[in-house]
C-alpha cells in the first residue's frame, strides 16, 4: 500500500484532475501524507472542513461515492497512469 501511496505523490499532482472537487480532495490526501497522518475518509473530511470547502466538493456523499467506487489497490499503477495520460 505504501508502495503505491509513494509512486502516485511522486506522479499526480493536484492540477492533473480536471474537476475542482477532485482537486480539493487530491490535494487534501497529499497534505495528510506529507504529515504522516491516515489517509481515509474521516481525515479527508476534516481537511476539507477546515478549508471551509467541504459542502462545496458535493459532502460526504461525494466523499463516500468516490471511496466506494474506488478501483482495485492491485491496478493502482495503470490508473496513475490514466490520470497522467488524460492530463
Do not use: H, Q, R
Not at 501511496?5 to 497529499?30: Q, R
Not at 489517509?39 to 477546515?50: A, F, G, P, Q, S
Not at 471551509?52 to 458535493?58: A, W
Amino acid at each position: 500500500y505504501k508502495d503505491i501511496v509513494l509512486e502516485a505523490t511522486e506522479k499526480i499532482k493536484p492540477e492533473y484532475f480536471y474537476m475542482p472537487d477532485n482537486k480539493a480532495i487530491y490535494s487534501a490526501m497529499l497534505s495528510l501524507n506529507l504529515e504522516n497522518e491516515p489517509v481515509d475518509i474521516i481525515t479527508v473530511k476534516n481537511v476539507l472542513e477546515k478549508e471551509n470547502i467541504f459542502d462545496k466538493i458535493g459532502g460526504l456523499d461525494y466523499l463516500t461515492e468516490l471511496t466506494n467506487s474506488t478501483p482495485i489497490i492491485s491496478n493502482a499503477t495503470n490508473y496513475i497512469n490514466i490520470i497522467i495520460e488524460k492530463y
